[in-house]
């Protein structure tokens, strides 16, 4: 061997031993969604005790990229890319409610969209309910139940309202909500038999997500209710369920307990028991977009039905805060 081979010899097998080895592909697995699922049960935490917050939904969409872009940084089982679209999904649907209880529907519309195309990719039943749920609910909110009834009919007729009598209870709850905006009085009574009837039959020990569970018993039954007979003009009917909803609320549930105490005081207010009704709305201490616009909607009906002392008082208390 001459020198010049002897040289290019060396030179090749110093690039071999000095060449980095190829780097391994990342496999996405189980650990990392249940890193993003712990994290999406503190923004649903988080969302109940504040609701309609726009930091919840700017964090909610945040998390559903950090989702998405995760199947797209190495190799990943079915099951696992499933899971990540479930959770992307998940995340969306999370932001278009609190774009709706925050009173921005254009942007809720604009989640749904988003949220119903992952939801497809993941092929989870539970998370197409509850994308479609919310897609009813958002149109309860706009005052199109028309609308609203379609949604609210696709997340009921999903395969897991027949294998989940919880999810059956829901639909038909939030049914009931949506009918009282048509005055079907008897449509009411029928969907809030059903919703009970379901919740007795589901197993209290079937595994679910984390989002169901976490708000939706008994009380959220009784404040389905009192929206559905509010809505329909049965003030009485209304009372009694947010009377029996307040009794029932978990502590975490503080929006929620704001917003039934404000559709008690409406109720009230509706049957002519204007200072029950303002000691009622004086007791919520809850700043939160839906339960403000609430709360403005039953002083322009206060001031219809009762001027004077009581109305002046409400006002002045009003301006105070």
Same mark, same amino acid.
């Given at each position: 061997?001459?020198?010049?081979?002897?040289?290019?010899?060396?030179?090749?097998?110093?690039?071999?031993?000095?060449?980095?080895?190829?780097?391994?592909?990342?496999?996405?697995?189980?650990?990392?969604?249940?890193? *993003?699922?712990?994290? !999406?049960?503190?923004?649903?935490?988080?969302?109940?005790?504040?609701?309609?917050?726009?930091?919840?939904?700017?964090?909610?969409?945040?998390?559903?990229?950090?989702?998405?872009?995760?199947?797209?940084?190495?190799?990943?089982?079915?099951?696992?890319?499933?899971?990540?679209?479930?959770?992307?999904?998940?995340?969306?649907?999370?932001?278009?409610?609190?774009?709706?209880?925050?009173?921005?529907?254009?942007?809720?519309?604009?989640?749904?969209?988003?949220?119903?195309?992952?939801?497809?990719?993941?092929?989870?039943?539970?998370?197409? +309910?509850?994308? /479609?749920?919310?897609?009813?609910?958002?149109?309860?909110?706009?005052?199109?139940?028309?609308?609203? *009834?379609?949604?609210?009919?696709?997340?009921?007729?999903?395969?897991?309202?027949?294998?989940?009598? *919880? +999810?059956?209870?829901?639909?038909?709850?939030?049914?009931?909500?949506?009918?009282?905006?048509?005055?079907?009085?008897?449509?009411?009574?029928?969907?809030?038999?059903?919703?009970?009837?379901?919740?007795?039959?589901?197993?209290?020990?079937?595994?679910?997500?984390? /989002?169901?569970?976490?708000?939706?018993?008994?009380?959220?039954?009784?404040?389905?209710?009192?929206?559905?007979?509010?809505?329909?003009?049965?003030?009485?009917?209304?009372?009694?369920?947010?009377?029996?909803?307040?009794?029932? !609320?978990?502590?975490?549930?503080?929006?929620?307990?704001?917003?039934?105490?404000?559709?008690?005081?409406?109720?009230?207010?509706?049957?002519?028991?204007?200072?029950?009704?303002?000691?009622?709305?004086?007791?919520?201490?809850?700043?939160?977009?839906?339960?403000?616009?609430?709360?403005?909607? !039953?002083?322009?009906?206060?001031?219809?039905?009762?001027?004077?002392?009581?109305?002046?008082?409400?006002?002045?208390?009003?301006?105070?805060?």
């Amino acid at each position: 061997m001459n020198r010049r081979q002897a040289l290019t010899t060396g030179v090749a097998l110093g690039a071999a031993v000095t060449a980095p080895a190829p780097a391994t592909p990342y496999r996405v697995g189980m650990g990392d969604v249940r890193a *993003l699922q712990g994290r !999406f049960a503190k923004l649903i935490a988080a969302d109940h005790k504040r609701g309609g917050d726009k930091r919840t939904e700017t964090a909610a969409l945040a998390l559903a990229d950090e989702a998405v872009a995760l199947r797209q940084r190495g190799s990943c089982s079915q099951r696992v890319r499933h899971a990540l679209y479930a959770t992307a999904a998940a995340c969306v649907s999370s932001a278009m409610w609190a774009a709706t209880d925050g009173r921005r529907f254009d942007a809720a519309l604009r989640h749904h969209e988003r949220a119903a195309s992952l939801a497809q990719e993941s092929g989870d039943q539970t998370i197409l +309910f509850r994308v /479609w749920s919310h897609k009813g609910s958002l149109y309860r909110h706009l005052g199109r139940p028309a609308d609203a *009834l379609d949604a609210n009919d696709v997340a009921r007729r999903l395969s897991i309202t027949r294998r989940d009598p *919880l +999810f059956a209870s829901l639909g038909h709850a939030r049914h009931a909500a949506i009918l009282g905006l048509t005055r079907d009085k008897a449509g009411v009574d029928r969907a809030l038999d059903c919703a009970r009837d379901a919740m007795l039959r589901a197993d209290p020990g079937e595994r679910r997500p984390l /989002w169901l569970p976490a708000f939706y018993d008994e009380a959220e039954v009784h404040s389905l209710a009192a929206t559905a007979y509010l809505a329909a003009g049965r003030g009485a009917e209304a009372e009694a369920h947010a009377h029996a909803s307040l009794t029932l !609320f978990r502590p975490h549930l503080v929006r929620s307990r704001a917003i039934t105490t404000a559709r008690l005081a409406r109720a009230q207010l509706g049957q002519g028991e204007a200072e029950r009704a303002v000691v009622t709305a004086a007791s919520i201490d809850v700043e939160h977009p839906r339960v403000r616009s609430m709360l403005d909607s !039953f002083t322009r009906d206060l001031r219809r039905i009762a001027p004077g002392p009581v109305c002046d008082s409400w006002e002045q208390q009003c301006r105070a805060a």
